[in-house]
Protein backbone atom coordinates (compact mmCIF):
# COMPACT_ATOMS: atom_id res chain seq x y z
CA UNK A 1 0.00 0.00 0.00
CA UNK A 2 1.91 2.79 -0.73
CA UNK A 3 1.99 5.93 1.87
CA UNK A 4 -0.50 7.93 -0.21
CA UNK A 5 -3.91 5.19 -1.04
CA UNK A 6 -4.11 5.65 -4.68
CA UNK A 7 -6.16 4.01 -7.78
CA UNK A 8 -6.04 4.47 -11.11
CA UNK A 9 -9.18 3.73 -13.02
CA UNK A 10 -7.95 3.47 -16.65
CA UNK A 11 -9.62 2.97 -20.06
CA UNK A 12 -13.48 3.81 -19.37
CA UNK A 13 -15.93 6.36 -20.20
CA UNK A 14 -16.52 8.39 -17.83
CA UNK A 15 -20.64 9.22 -17.25
CA UNK A 16 -21.88 11.91 -14.79
CA UNK A 17 -25.37 13.32 -15.31
CA UNK A 18 -23.90 16.31 -17.64
CA UNK A 19 -22.55 14.24 -20.37
CA UNK A 20 -19.68 11.66 -20.92
CA UNK A 21 -16.16 11.12 -22.36
CA UNK A 22 -13.24 9.22 -22.70
CA UNK A 23 -11.03 9.62 -19.60
CA UNK A 24 -9.74 7.98 -15.95
CA UNK A 25 -10.09 8.80 -13.17
CA UNK A 26 -7.25 8.95 -10.54
CA UNK A 27 -8.37 8.27 -6.87
CA UNK A 28 -6.29 9.48 -4.16
CA UNK A 29 -6.83 9.38 -0.54
CA UNK A 30 -10.35 8.87 -0.98
CA UNK A 31 -11.12 11.38 -3.08
CA UNK A 32 -11.28 12.33 -6.98
CA UNK A 33 -7.93 13.72 -7.40
CA UNK A 34 -7.95 14.35 -11.01
CA UNK A 35 -10.47 13.34 -14.26
CA UNK A 36 -8.30 13.37 -17.91
CA UNK A 37 -7.12 11.52 -20.19
CA UNK A 38 -3.90 9.83 -20.05
CA UNK A 39 -3.53 10.43 -16.47
CA UNK A 40 -0.01 8.84 -14.96
CA UNK A 41 -0.46 7.38 -11.68
CA UNK A 42 2.43 6.94 -8.70
CA UNK A 43 4.91 3.62 -8.40
CA UNK A 44 2.75 1.08 -6.32
CA UNK A 45 -0.96 2.28 -7.38
CA UNK A 46 -3.77 -0.21 -7.87
CA UNK A 47 -4.76 -0.31 -11.39
CA UNK A 48 -8.51 -0.79 -12.38
CA UNK A 49 -8.95 -1.43 -16.18
CA UNK A 50 -12.11 -0.03 -17.21
CA UNK A 51 -11.91 -0.52 -20.71
CA UNK A 52 -14.94 -0.80 -22.77
CA UNK A 53 -16.91 0.22 -19.78
CA UNK A 54 -18.71 2.93 -18.02
CA UNK A 55 -17.52 4.63 -15.07
CA UNK A 56 -20.12 6.16 -13.09
CA UNK A 57 -20.65 8.17 -9.64
CA UNK A 58 -21.28 5.41 -7.58
CA UNK A 59 -25.09 4.81 -6.61
CA UNK A 60 -26.96 6.92 -3.86
CA UNK A 61 -29.96 4.72 -2.43
CA UNK A 62 -31.76 7.07 -0.72
CA UNK A 63 -34.36 4.94 0.72
CA UNK A 64 -33.28 1.53 3.03
CA UNK A 65 -34.32 -0.13 6.32
CA UNK A 66 -31.21 -1.94 7.34
CA UNK A 67 -31.64 -3.83 10.65
CA UNK A 68 -35.14 -2.68 11.51
CA UNK A 69 -37.26 -3.72 14.36
CA UNK A 70 -40.71 -3.91 12.76
CA UNK A 71 -43.74 -5.82 13.11
CA UNK A 72 -42.78 -8.22 15.59
CA UNK A 73 -39.44 -9.37 14.23
CA UNK A 74 -36.17 -7.82 12.64
CA UNK A 75 -35.24 -7.21 8.26
CA UNK A 76 -33.21 -9.53 7.52
CA UNK A 77 -30.23 -7.22 6.43
CA UNK A 78 -28.15 -5.51 9.47
CA UNK A 79 -25.60 -2.82 8.69
CA UNK A 80 -23.04 -4.99 7.91
CA UNK A 81 -24.81 -7.47 5.34
CA UNK A 82 -26.93 -4.39 3.98
CA UNK A 83 -24.03 -2.20 2.87
CA UNK A 84 -22.11 -4.99 1.76
CA UNK A 85 -24.84 -5.77 -0.64
CA UNK A 86 -25.05 -2.40 -1.95
CA UNK A 87 -21.58 -2.54 -2.39
CA UNK A 88 -21.82 -5.24 -4.88
CA UNK A 89 -24.42 -3.50 -6.88
CA UNK A 90 -22.85 -0.18 -7.03
CA UNK A 91 -24.43 1.65 -4.07
CA UNK A 92 -21.89 3.56 -2.11
CA UNK A 93 -23.91 5.71 -0.31
CA UNK A 94 -27.23 4.52 1.66
CA UNK A 95 -29.72 6.73 3.61
CA UNK A 96 -31.56 4.82 5.82
CA UNK A 97 -34.32 5.61 8.62
CA UNK A 98 -34.28 5.85 12.42
CA UNK A 99 -37.15 4.89 13.82
CA UNK A 100 -38.08 6.01 17.12
CA UNK A 101 -40.50 3.74 19.32
CA UNK A 102 -43.99 5.46 19.93
CA UNK A 103 -42.97 7.78 22.67
CA UNK A 104 -39.38 7.28 22.40
CA UNK A 105 -36.81 9.98 22.22
CA UNK A 106 -35.52 11.14 18.71
CA UNK A 107 -31.98 11.48 19.78
CA UNK A 108 -31.86 8.25 22.20
CA UNK A 109 -33.41 6.44 18.54
CA UNK A 110 -30.78 8.37 16.47
CA UNK A 111 -27.98 7.30 19.38
CA UNK A 112 -28.87 3.26 18.79
CA UNK A 113 -29.11 3.39 14.80
CA UNK A 114 -25.65 5.06 14.98
CA UNK A 115 -24.53 2.14 17.13
CA UNK A 116 -26.28 -0.63 14.18
CA UNK A 117 -24.78 1.70 11.70
CA UNK A 118 -21.30 1.42 12.60
CA UNK A 119 -20.82 -1.80 11.10
CA UNK A 120 -21.32 -0.09 7.62
CA UNK A 121 -19.26 -0.74 5.00
CA UNK A 122 -20.52 1.94 2.76
CA UNK A 123 -20.82 5.50 4.18
CA UNK A 124 -24.72 6.42 4.96
CA UNK A 125 -26.95 9.10 6.29
CA UNK A 126 -29.70 8.85 8.69
CA UNK A 127 -33.65 10.06 7.96
CA UNK A 128 -35.80 9.95 10.63
CA UNK A 129 -39.00 8.83 11.33
CA UNK A 130 -41.55 10.57 12.86
CA UNK A 131 -43.40 7.98 14.35
CA UNK A 132 -44.76 9.82 17.37
CA UNK A 133 -45.53 13.67 17.26
CA UNK A 134 -45.13 16.04 20.58
CA UNK A 135 -43.20 18.98 21.62
CA UNK A 136 -40.59 16.74 23.11
CA UNK A 137 -40.43 15.30 19.27
CA UNK A 138 -40.06 19.12 17.85
CA UNK A 139 -37.76 20.12 20.38
CA UNK A 140 -35.13 17.57 19.64
CA UNK A 141 -35.33 18.34 16.14
CA UNK A 142 -33.21 21.36 16.57
CA UNK A 143 -30.15 19.24 18.01
CA UNK A 144 -30.65 16.77 15.61
CA UNK A 145 -30.53 19.41 12.13
CA UNK A 146 -28.10 21.23 13.74
CA UNK A 147 -25.77 19.28 15.93
CA UNK A 148 -26.27 15.53 14.25
CA UNK A 149 -26.86 16.15 10.47
CA UNK A 150 -30.21 14.49 10.34
CA UNK A 151 -32.04 16.79 7.75
CA UNK A 152 -34.70 14.56 6.45
CA UNK A 153 -37.56 13.68 8.27
CA UNK A 154 -40.45 11.03 7.27
CA UNK A 155 -44.25 11.34 8.00
CA UNK A 156 -46.40 8.41 7.37
CA UNK A 157 -50.39 9.20 6.04
CA UNK A 158 -50.74 5.12 6.53
CA UNK A 159 -50.09 2.02 8.96
CA UNK A 160 -53.35 3.56 11.53
CA UNK A 161 -52.76 2.57 14.86
CA UNK A 162 -49.46 2.78 14.01
CA UNK A 163 -47.09 5.44 12.70
CA UNK A 164 -49.98 7.19 10.64
CA UNK A 165 -49.90 10.60 12.10
CA UNK A 166 -52.87 12.81 11.70
CA UNK A 167 -53.35 16.00 9.17
CA UNK A 168 -52.96 18.02 12.17
CA UNK A 169 -49.53 16.95 13.38
CA UNK A 170 -48.49 16.49 9.69
CA UNK A 171 -48.92 20.23 9.05
CA UNK A 172 -47.23 20.70 12.85
CA UNK A 173 -44.09 18.98 12.04
CA UNK A 174 -44.18 20.18 8.26
CA UNK A 175 -43.83 23.45 9.54
CA UNK A 176 -41.39 22.70 12.16
CA UNK A 177 -39.21 21.49 9.20
CA UNK A 178 -39.29 24.74 7.53
CA UNK A 179 -38.39 27.13 10.59
CA UNK A 180 -35.27 24.43 10.70
CA UNK A 181 -34.19 23.93 6.97
CA UNK A 182 -35.30 20.00 7.15
CA UNK A 183 -36.98 18.44 4.54
CA UNK A 184 -40.05 16.30 5.01
CA UNK A 185 -40.84 12.92 3.63
CA UNK A 186 -44.10 11.31 3.36
CA UNK A 187 -45.35 7.77 2.70
CA UNK A 188 -48.54 8.96 1.10
CA UNK A 189 -51.17 6.19 1.43
CA UNK A 190 -54.51 6.70 3.04
CA UNK A 191 -54.20 5.17 6.10
CA UNK A 192 -58.10 5.38 6.98
CA UNK A 193 -59.62 3.86 4.13
CA UNK A 194 -56.84 0.90 4.32
CA UNK A 195 -58.05 0.05 7.45
CA UNK A 196 -61.74 0.17 6.62
CA UNK A 197 -60.69 -2.17 3.62
CA UNK A 198 -58.24 -4.57 5.36
CA UNK A 199 -61.32 -4.82 7.75
CA UNK A 200 -64.19 -5.72 5.15
CA UNK A 201 -61.89 -7.83 3.41
CA UNK A 202 -60.94 -10.10 6.57
CA UNK A 203 -64.58 -10.16 7.03
CA UNK A 204 -65.59 -11.07 3.57
CA UNK A 205 -63.30 -14.40 4.32
CA UNK A 206 -60.10 -12.87 1.96
CA UNK A 207 -57.25 -13.28 4.09
CA UNK A 208 -54.39 -14.65 1.58
CA UNK A 209 -51.92 -12.00 -0.02
CA UNK A 210 -54.52 -11.36 -2.68
CA UNK A 211 -55.66 -9.33 0.03
CA UNK A 212 -52.56 -7.03 0.15
CA UNK A 213 -53.19 -5.14 -2.99
CA UNK A 214 -57.09 -5.22 -2.64
CA UNK A 215 -56.56 -2.94 0.84
CA UNK A 216 -54.74 -0.52 -0.58
CA UNK A 217 -55.86 0.72 -4.21
CA UNK A 218 -53.82 3.49 -6.34
CA UNK A 219 -56.20 5.79 -5.72
CA UNK A 220 -55.33 5.65 -2.23
CA UNK A 221 -52.17 6.82 -2.90
CA UNK A 222 -53.43 9.48 -5.28
CA UNK A 223 -55.33 10.72 -2.50
CA UNK A 224 -52.51 10.94 -0.13
CA UNK A 225 -49.90 12.26 -2.60
CA UNK A 226 -52.19 15.24 -3.03
CA UNK A 227 -53.00 15.76 0.00
CA UNK A 228 -49.41 15.84 1.23
CA UNK A 229 -48.41 18.22 -1.94
CA UNK A 230 -50.66 20.41 -0.50
CA UNK A 231 -49.98 20.42 2.85
CA UNK A 232 -46.44 21.40 1.85
CA UNK A 233 -47.18 23.98 -0.65
CA UNK A 234 -49.64 25.86 1.86
CA UNK A 235 -47.08 25.16 4.44
CA UNK A 236 -43.94 26.56 2.63
CA UNK A 237 -41.78 23.77 2.80
CA UNK A 238 -40.29 21.46 0.08
CA UNK A 239 -41.31 17.79 -0.08
CA UNK A 240 -39.74 14.75 -0.83
CA UNK A 241 -42.65 12.01 -1.51
CA UNK A 242 -40.92 8.43 -1.14
CA UNK A 243 -41.83 4.97 -3.29
CA UNK A 244 -44.42 6.44 -6.06
CA UNK A 245 -46.13 3.59 -7.23
CA UNK A 246 -49.05 5.08 -8.79
CA UNK A 247 -49.92 6.96 -11.71
CA UNK A 248 -52.42 9.42 -10.03
CA UNK A 249 -49.52 9.97 -7.64
CA UNK A 250 -46.60 10.59 -10.17
CA UNK A 251 -49.20 12.97 -11.53
CA UNK A 252 -49.73 14.61 -8.14
CA UNK A 253 -46.13 15.49 -8.25
CA UNK A 254 -45.87 16.31 -11.50
CA UNK A 255 -48.61 18.84 -11.83
CA UNK A 256 -47.42 20.71 -8.59
CA UNK A 257 -44.17 20.78 -10.10
CA UNK A 258 -45.29 22.40 -13.06
CA UNK A 259 -46.72 24.86 -10.79
CA UNK A 260 -43.30 25.45 -8.96
CA UNK A 261 -43.59 23.75 -6.07
CA UNK A 262 -40.92 22.18 -4.38
CA UNK A 263 -41.58 18.30 -4.55
CA UNK A 264 -38.98 15.51 -5.26
CA UNK A 265 -40.49 12.65 -6.61
CA UNK A 266 -39.03 8.83 -5.50
CA UNK A 267 -39.71 5.47 -7.19
CA UNK A 268 -38.27 1.92 -6.87
CA UNK A 269 -37.15 -0.65 -9.95
CA UNK A 270 -39.77 -2.90 -8.91
CA UNK A 271 -42.54 -0.12 -9.26
CA UNK A 272 -41.54 -0.21 -13.27
CA UNK A 273 -41.29 -3.93 -14.17
CA UNK A 274 -43.87 -5.96 -12.13
CA UNK A 275 -47.24 -6.04 -11.78
CA UNK A 276 -49.78 -6.82 -8.92
CA UNK A 277 -50.36 -10.10 -11.05
CA UNK A 278 -47.65 -11.79 -8.36
CA UNK A 279 -50.19 -11.73 -5.42
CA UNK A 280 -52.44 -14.12 -7.62
CA UNK A 281 -49.48 -16.53 -7.32
CA UNK A 282 -50.74 -19.88 -6.05
CA UNK A 283 -47.28 -20.56 -3.59
CA UNK A 284 -48.04 -18.43 -0.65
CA UNK A 285 -44.01 -17.65 -0.30
CA UNK A 286 -43.84 -15.99 -3.58
CA UNK A 287 -47.21 -13.86 -3.21
CA UNK A 288 -46.01 -12.81 0.34
CA UNK A 289 -42.31 -12.35 -0.56
CA UNK A 290 -43.99 -9.56 -2.49
CA UNK A 291 -45.62 -7.47 -0.30
CA UNK A 292 -44.53 -4.09 0.39
CA UNK A 293 -46.50 -1.44 0.82
CA UNK A 294 -47.37 0.59 -0.99
CA UNK A 295 -48.26 -2.89 -3.23
CA UNK A 296 -46.93 -3.72 -7.02
CA UNK A 297 -49.91 -1.76 -9.28
CA UNK A 298 -52.13 -3.48 -11.95
CA UNK A 299 -50.75 -3.56 -15.32
CA UNK A 300 -50.69 0.50 -16.91
CA UNK A 301 -49.40 2.02 -14.01
CA UNK A 302 -45.39 1.01 -14.42
CA UNK A 303 -45.57 2.59 -17.85
CA UNK A 304 -46.81 6.04 -16.43
CA UNK A 305 -43.99 6.05 -13.87
CA UNK A 306 -41.54 5.79 -16.98
CA UNK A 307 -43.25 8.21 -18.70
CA UNK A 308 -42.97 9.98 -15.35
CA UNK A 309 -39.60 9.43 -15.47
CA UNK A 310 -39.12 10.76 -18.58
CA UNK A 311 -40.84 13.71 -18.37
CA UNK A 312 -39.40 14.79 -15.11
CA UNK A 313 -42.16 14.45 -12.71
CA UNK A 314 -40.13 11.60 -10.48
CA UNK A 315 -36.41 12.45 -9.93
CA UNK A 316 -34.61 9.89 -7.70
CA UNK A 317 -35.09 6.02 -7.99
CA UNK A 318 -34.42 4.34 -4.47
CA UNK A 319 -35.33 1.30 -2.94
CA UNK A 320 -37.09 1.07 0.25
CA UNK A 321 -34.44 -1.99 0.64
CA UNK A 322 -36.70 -3.58 3.91
CA UNK A 323 -35.81 -7.82 3.42
CA UNK A 324 -36.99 -10.52 5.14
CA UNK A 325 -36.95 -14.28 4.70
CA UNK A 326 -39.34 -16.35 3.19
CA UNK A 327 -39.89 -18.28 7.19
CA UNK A 328 -40.71 -14.31 8.75
CA UNK A 329 -43.05 -13.59 5.55
CA UNK A 330 -44.94 -16.63 7.00
CA UNK A 331 -46.03 -15.00 10.06
CA UNK A 332 -48.52 -13.77 7.95
CA UNK A 333 -49.90 -17.19 6.72
CA UNK A 334 -53.38 -16.73 8.62
CA UNK A 335 -53.91 -13.09 7.33
CA UNK A 336 -52.37 -11.05 5.20
CA UNK A 337 -52.31 -8.06 7.28
CA UNK A 338 -49.71 -10.06 9.41
CA UNK A 339 -47.49 -10.25 6.75
CA UNK A 340 -44.16 -7.99 7.27
CA UNK A 341 -43.95 -5.15 5.02
CA UNK A 342 -40.74 -5.13 2.80
CA UNK A 343 -38.61 -6.24 -0.25
CA UNK A 344 -35.37 -6.24 -1.08
CA UNK A 345 -33.42 -4.71 -4.04
CA UNK A 346 -30.11 -2.58 -2.39
CA UNK A 347 -28.00 -5.05 -4.67
CA UNK A 348 -30.09 -5.06 -7.64
CA UNK A 349 -30.86 -1.14 -8.22
CA UNK A 350 -28.67 -0.04 -10.75
CA UNK A 351 -28.41 -3.33 -12.69
CA UNK A 352 -32.15 -3.10 -13.22
CA UNK A 353 -32.63 -0.18 -14.07
CA UNK A 354 -29.65 0.02 -16.88
CA UNK A 355 -31.21 -3.16 -17.81
CA UNK A 356 -34.68 -1.57 -18.46
CA UNK A 357 -33.55 1.80 -18.39
CA UNK A 358 -30.84 2.04 -20.72
CA UNK A 359 -30.81 -0.64 -22.92
CA UNK A 360 -34.44 -0.46 -23.35
CA UNK A 361 -33.90 3.27 -24.82
CA UNK A 362 -35.66 4.95 -21.85
CA UNK A 363 -33.10 6.51 -20.46
CA UNK A 364 -29.35 8.35 -21.54
CA UNK A 365 -26.73 6.86 -19.27
CA UNK A 366 -26.53 10.48 -18.27
CA UNK A 367 -30.04 10.02 -17.05
CA UNK A 368 -29.36 6.93 -15.65
CA UNK A 369 -26.59 8.70 -13.25
CA UNK A 370 -29.17 11.61 -12.37
CA UNK A 371 -31.81 8.93 -11.28
CA UNK A 372 -29.29 6.68 -9.57
CA UNK A 373 -26.65 9.04 -7.46
CA UNK A 374 -26.75 12.52 -8.24
CA UNK A 375 -30.60 13.58 -7.68
CA UNK A 376 -30.63 12.06 -4.42
CA UNK A 377 -27.48 13.28 -3.20
CA UNK A 378 -28.92 16.83 -3.93
CA UNK A 379 -31.93 16.48 -2.57
CA UNK A 380 -30.35 15.22 0.70
CA UNK A 381 -27.68 18.10 0.60
CA UNK A 382 -25.06 15.56 0.02
CA UNK A 383 -23.95 16.96 -3.32
CA UNK A 384 -21.08 17.11 -5.18
CA UNK A 385 -18.95 15.58 -2.37
CA UNK A 386 -21.22 11.99 -3.58
CA UNK A 387 -23.64 11.87 -6.68
CA UNK A 388 -20.10 13.45 -8.85
CA UNK A 389 -16.63 12.57 -9.96
CA UNK A 390 -15.81 16.67 -9.99
CA UNK A 391 -11.76 16.86 -8.34
CA UNK A 392 -12.28 16.38 -4.88
CA UNK A 393 -15.25 14.26 -4.22
CA UNK A 394 -15.40 11.08 -2.63
CA UNK A 395 -13.84 8.40 -4.97
CA UNK A 396 -17.06 7.17 -4.95
CA UNK A 397 -16.59 5.13 -8.19
CA UNK A 398 -18.30 1.84 -10.41
CA UNK A 399 -17.15 0.58 -13.52
CA UNK A 400 -19.81 -0.95 -15.24
CA UNK A 401 -19.38 -3.71 -18.03
CA UNK A 402 -22.45 -3.13 -20.62
CA UNK A 403 -22.07 -6.42 -22.60
CA UNK A 404 -21.76 -8.41 -19.33
CA UNK A 405 -24.94 -9.64 -18.81
CA UNK A 406 -25.83 -11.75 -14.90
CA UNK A 407 -28.98 -13.68 -13.84
CA UNK A 408 -30.35 -12.04 -10.48
CA UNK A 409 -30.95 -14.62 -8.06
CA UNK A 410 -31.21 -15.07 -4.54
CA UNK A 411 -29.47 -17.82 -4.90
CA UNK A 412 -26.11 -15.29 -5.46
CA UNK A 413 -27.16 -12.36 -3.91
CA UNK A 414 -25.35 -10.78 -1.08
CA UNK A 415 -28.50 -9.85 0.35
CA UNK A 416 -29.42 -11.89 3.24
CA UNK A 417 -32.80 -13.55 2.45
CA UNK A 418 -33.80 -16.71 0.45
CA UNK A 419 -36.13 -14.56 -2.07
CA UNK A 420 -35.87 -12.13 -4.81
CA UNK A 421 -38.61 -10.05 -6.63
CA UNK A 422 -35.98 -10.63 -9.47
CA UNK A 423 -35.47 -14.28 -9.37
CA UNK A 424 -34.02 -15.31 -13.04
CA UNK A 425 -34.46 -11.90 -14.98
CA UNK A 426 -31.42 -11.70 -16.72
CA UNK A 427 -29.40 -8.57 -17.09
CA UNK A 428 -26.92 -6.97 -19.29
CA UNK A 429 -24.40 -4.18 -17.60
CA UNK A 430 -23.24 -5.45 -14.65
CA UNK A 431 -21.23 -3.81 -11.95
CA UNK A 432 -17.71 -5.52 -12.19
CA UNK A 433 -15.81 -3.09 -9.84
CA UNK A 434 -17.26 -0.51 -6.70
CA UNK A 435 -14.74 1.77 -4.84
CA UNK A 436 -15.88 3.42 -1.95
CA UNK A 437 -14.41 6.78 -1.03
CA UNK A 438 -11.15 4.80 -2.87
CA UNK A 439 -11.30 1.17 -1.38
CA UNK A 440 -11.53 -1.34 -3.84
CA UNK A 441 -14.63 -3.39 -2.29
CA UNK A 442 -16.07 -4.95 -5.22
CA UNK A 443 -13.31 -6.41 -7.29
CA UNK A 444 -15.06 -8.54 -10.05
CA UNK A 445 -16.87 -10.70 -7.80
CA UNK A 446 -14.67 -10.54 -5.19
CA UNK A 447 -16.67 -8.64 -2.31
CA UNK A 448 -13.94 -6.95 -0.19
CA UNK A 449 -16.19 -4.52 1.82
CA UNK A 450 -14.71 -4.63 5.75
CA UNK A 451 -17.23 -3.97 8.77
CA UNK A 452 -17.07 -0.67 9.70
CA UNK A 453 -14.96 1.32 6.77
CA UNK A 454 -18.24 3.35 6.11
CA UNK A 455 -18.87 6.75 7.47
CA UNK A 456 -21.88 8.89 9.00
CA UNK A 457 -22.48 11.64 6.35
CA UNK A 458 -24.03 14.26 8.37
CA UNK A 459 -26.19 17.11 6.25
CA UNK A 460 -26.54 20.77 6.59
CA UNK A 461 -29.95 22.19 6.73
CA UNK A 462 -31.68 24.21 3.90
CA UNK A 463 -30.21 22.06 0.78
CA UNK A 464 -30.59 22.66 -2.43
CA UNK A 465 -34.36 21.62 -2.23
CA UNK A 466 -34.79 25.10 -0.54
CA UNK A 467 -33.28 26.89 -3.87
CA UNK A 468 -35.85 25.07 -6.06
CA UNK A 469 -37.22 21.48 -7.09
CA UNK A 470 -34.56 19.16 -8.40
CA UNK A 471 -33.60 16.83 -11.14
O1 LIG B 1 -43.47 -2.11 2.83
C1 LIG B 1 -42.60 -1.31 3.09
N1 LIG B 1 -42.33 -0.34 2.24
N2 LIG B 1 -41.89 -1.39 4.22
C2 LIG B 1 -40.92 -0.47 4.65
C3 LIG B 1 -41.49 0.70 5.40
C4 LIG B 1 -42.04 1.74 4.49
O2 LIG B 1 -43.25 1.95 4.49
O3 LIG B 1 -41.29 2.39 3.75
ZN1 LIG C 1 -43.06 3.72 3.24
ZN1 LIG D 1 -39.44 2.56 3.43
ZN1 LIG E 1 -8.35 -3.15 -5.35
Not at 74 to 95: P, R
Not at 199 to 226: M, Y
Not at 307 to 313: F, I, M, N, S
Amino acid sequence: MPAMAETLVRGGTVVTEAGQRRADVLCRDGRVAAVGEALEASPGAEIVDAGGCFVLPGGVDPHTHLQLPTMGTVVADDFLSGTAAAAAGGTTTLLDFVGPERGQSPLEALAQWQAWAARSTVDYGLHMTVSWWGERFAAEMAPLVREHGVTSYKFFLAYKGGLMLPDEQIVEGFVRCRELGALPQVHAENGELIAYLQQELLARGVTGPEGHPLSRPPQLEGEATLRAVTMAEVVGVPLYVVHVSAAEAAEAIGRARQRGVKIVGETLPGFLAIDDSVYADPDFDVAAGHVMSPPYRPKGHQEALWRALEAGALSTTGTDHCCFTTAQKRAGADRFTRIPNGCGGVEDRLHVLWHLGVNGGRLTPERFVALTSSNAARAFNLWPRKGSLEVGADADVVVLDPARTKTLSARTQHQRTDFSVWEGREVRGVVVHTLARGRHVWADGDLRAEAGSGRYLPRAPFGPVYQGAIG
